[in-house]
């Protein structure tokens, strides 16, 4: 074994991997000397688990000593599990030799590292004793009395681990899609090497993310998703190395390709996501066809020179694998081009010497032509089973591009050692409904030392103390959860550039889309939501908004037209705006529009305000677009805005300036999860009215409270505010206020404020003010807005968190 070169990219990986292999050995060590006292089937699956993620990790960086030991060591558990080997302690002590020769090339690499101070890290594991555990291995002997057939292996993959490494995968592919969209937008207007780069290591990355789950056993249909996709990345990223090396001029159709690429990527791993049918095997079949010739014609040429024959024919052999798959899946397709990668095939195996399996691959064809499908299907066991040992061959001569391509980028390993983790969702809203149940806990403490004041108890100091700690330790961790949650806006914005340059190309129009305020934090639940709301504002600002160059240019204007989307903080909310340098609104023809759907009068729509005349493109079906097309028109896009912002406990509004352009704001709380309210009694049940809306509380004597036809009205301060009577809301019944009984004679009311409107609530009594976890409840039981949501207190009791604006609009 000769020193081993590593790149500084490989050196940063290294580092991962010194950390993360020492778990491995501890484990690998313990199960051996368990599996020594006694064999289950448990500890087989788990020491092969623990090897292959060893070898794994060192593939990454070419660790080839690990690499080999690691292979070798999983052979013997297989042997072992299907019954060609017995347990031996020659055996166990293969397998402790195995590990310990892992942990001394590991001892190796942290001297080396030690003295490491950048550059390429050479390292030399001669004298570390490879050949000696790999002698040690083959010598044991087989099991010989074992005549009847040999029971049939049982897996040795977790299915738990596979599915979450599948879903890690679908999540980090998701971000990589997304770096690669932005990198490619940037890269059309300003080509630099840097931004190459970047867009190759996106590529790359899905690329072995892709290789790690397929080397977990997926099932059959997930496995083929995963080979196109992992096929896709690897034809883009050699895409952008010809980009990088000058061989390739990047054009409008070099990026309209990559988003061709992008695009079918996405929908693939759509499909991995939901199980859904209906792959584009077609168009994954037209875009690779490309990469698969090129594979072809090296194969062709390699065979014929002698010069990595093995190599190619691997990589041709699997193409040919992959297309008799699509031939089984859809008999019509990929009939010539199987005839081609046949007859390459069958000059491969002559050049390897293995003349006696080319009939196979004429019987492949001929089955083929007839159509019979059983046939096909076993000839293709017998193909993989021929290409697992040629590939076996492969692996060994593969190395070196290993190598190169690991230095390209960060792996899955290096991801893993950064300062970043995921988190299932699930763990998350666990941990809010701890949030939930110590929020509830926390009022609790809070009402029993008032009880303990009223009753001049001689424990209140100490029940003082304990409820501060309490607060404080509430506080702390509900901020920490929270803060989890919070995902910069600017992630989601960012999946626009896509959407408005795809746009404004078939519109033929010039849209550049600017972002302010990316950093701008939101509930992870908020920014799920924006995503409709913002589709549909940026699609009607290119669309009706920005004018055509032309139109543009005759008007003093630059004829690339700007879209603005900006976030920012203000108060307890978050204002995210959509602004356009467009047309604006012809505020006169929505008039006109209003009048002739019969909303209001000819004479009433004289008197409205702009700002009034322009909140009726929020109505639904509401358009003044003279034309409907694929992109807008039919008056739906507005009114699905302002319903999902409304359902946040949000508002939304409009402001438009003939020739200027559009500004359309909406007003969203920080967080969907925490409410801080007054607790009220209504007809013997507690509400939770939310205080950003409550501007003060009193109680009045019911003489205050006057009828003024359908309607009630109260005096507070001298001020006469419109009466809402709670009771009468929810319950749908008349109530007579002066039979209530109110405590003291004097009706409690809750002055509720916003948007320069005022109005007074009449409720039963006051209770608690506090904070209040918020859980969504469907649709049907909003009961036309007034409710907002649940919160579900300390005892288990449910609480209904009202919507005031709602409310008083009853």
Not at 429 to 440: Q, S
Not at 465 to 484: C, H, K, P, T, Y
Not at 577 to 599: I, M, N, P, S, T
Not at 683 to 696: G, N
Request: hydrophobic share 40%; net charge negative.
């Amino acid at each position: 074994m000769i020193a081993v070169r590593f790149s500084p990219e490989d050196v940063e990986i290294l580092a991962g991997i010194l950390e993360e292999a020492p778990d491995y050995l501890s484990n690998i060590e313990e199960q051996i000397l368990a599996l020594e006292k006694g064999q289950e089937k448990e500890l087989l699956d788990s020491i092969f688990r623990s090897f292959h993620s060893l070898k794994g990790i060192a593939g990454f960086v070419n660790l080839v000593p690990i690499v080999e030991v690691c292979h070798r060591a999983e052979d013997l558990i297989k042997e072992l599990k299907s019954g060609k080997r017995t347990k031996s302690p020659a055996l166990i002590d293969a397998l402790l030799e195995a590990a310990d020769f892992v942990d001394r090339v590991l001892h190796r690499l942290r001297e080396a590292m030690a003295g490491y101070s950048g550059g390429v890290l050479e390292v030399d594991f001669e004298d570390l004793g490879e050949r000696d555990v790999l002698a040690k291995i083959e010598q044991i002997p087989p099991e010989e009395q074992k005549t009847e057939e040999a029971e049939e292996p049982l897996p040795v993959i977790d299915r738990a681990f596979a599915e979450e490494t599948l879903h890690d995968f679908l999540a980090e592919l998701e971000d990589n899609l997304v770096q690669a969209e932005e990198t490619l937008l940037a890269l059309e207007h300003s080509p630099e090497s840097e931004t190459v780069s970047t867009l190759m290591r996106a590529f790359h990355s899905m690329k072995g993310g892709a290789r790690l789950v397929l080397s977990l056993a997926p099932q059959e249909t997930q496995e083929r998703l995963l080979r196109a996709i992992e096929e896709i990345a690897h034809r883009l990223e050699d895409y952008f190395q010809e980009i990088r090396e000058g061989k390739v001029t990047i054009t409008a159709e070099v990026c309209e390709e990559a988003y061709r690429g992008i695009d079918l990527v996405r929908e693939l791993s759509r499909l991995l996501k939901t199980g859904a049918s209906g792959a584009p095997w077609e168009a994954v079949n037209a875009f690779l066809r490309p990469q698969r010739e090129q594979r072809s014609e090296e194969v062709r040429t390699q065979t014929e020179s002698g010069t990595g024959a093995l190599e190619a024919f691997g990589n041709i052999m699997e193409q040919f694998l992959e297309l008799l798959d699509d031939k089984l899946c859809s008999p019509s397709l990929v009939g010539e081009e199987l005839q081609r990668l046949a007859e390459v095939v069958q000059r491969g195996l002559v050049r390897l010497g293995r003349e006696n399996d080319v009939p196979l691959v004429e019987e492949v064809l001929k089955k083929s032509q007839e159509g019979d499908t059983e046939a096909l299907k076993n000839l293709r066991e017998q193909l993989a089973r021929l290409f697992e040992d040629i590939q076996a061959a492969k692996d060994s001569t593969c190395r070196e591009e290993a190598a190169q391509q690991t230095s390209l980028a960060r792996t899955p390993l290096q991801q893993g050692t950064a300062h970043t983790v995921r988190v299932d969702s699930e763990k998350l809203e666990r941990m809010l409904n701890l949030v939930g149940e110590l929020l509830a806990l926390k009022n609790a403490t809070r009402s029993f030392v008032k009880q303990m004041e009223r009753d001049s108890s001689p424990l209140l100091p100490e029940a003082k103390n304990i409820a501060s700690g309490l607060e404080r330790l509430s506080a702390d961790f509900q901020s920490m959860v929270f803060s989890l949650r919070m995902v910069p806006i600017g992630e989601l914005f960012s999946r626009y550039r896509r959407t408005v340059r795809d746009l404004a190309k078939s519109l033929g129009k010039k849209v550049t889309l600017l972002i302010e305020g990316g950093e701008t934090e939101l509930d992870r639940t908020v920014i799920e939501k924006l995503s409709d709301p913002l589709t549909h504002l940026v699609r009607n600002a290119v669309d009706h908004g920005i004018e055509p160059p032309e139109e543009r240019e005759h008007l003093g204007k630059p004829p690339e037209g700007t879209i603005i989307l900006r976030a920012y903080y203000r108060g307890a909310y978050t204002f995210v705006e959509v602004e356009d340098d467009g047309r604006g609104v012809d505020v006169q023809a929505v008039r006109v529009k209003a009048v002739d759907r019969g909303l209001v009068s000819s004479d009433e729509v004289l008197r409205l305000s702009d700002e009034e005349v322009l909140s009726f493109l929020f109505l639904p079906g509401f358009s003044t677009a003279r034309v409907v097309s694929d992109v807008s028109g039919r008056g739906v896009g507005m009114d699905v805005v302002k319903t999902n912002i409304e359902s946040m406990g949000g508002q939304v509004g409009i402001e438009s300036v003939p020739q200027r352009g559009t500004r359309i704001w909406m007003r969203i709380p920080l967080s969907l999860l925490v409410v801080r309210g007054l607790m009220v009694r209504i007809a013997h049940e507690r509400y939770i009215l939310p205080l950003e809306f409550v501007r003060e509380t009193v109680k009045v004597p019911p003489e205050r409270v006057r009828e003024y036809f359908n309607g009630r009205f109260v005096e507070v301060r001298g001020e006469i505010l419109p009466l809402v009577v709670a009771e009468e809301v929810l319950f749908d019944t008349r109530v007579d206020l002066r039979g209530k009984g109110f405590d003291f004679n004097l009706v409690p009311l809750v002055v509720l404020g916003g948007e320069g409107e005022t109005c007074a609530v009449a409720v039963d009594a006051f209770l608690e003010e506090g904070e209040y976890l918020m859980k969504a409840v469907p649709e049907y039981m909003r009961g036309n807005g007034v409710v907002s949501g649940v919160t579900i207190m300390g005892d288990g009791s449910i609480v209904v968190i009202l919507n005031p604006p709602q409310l008083v609009q009853w």
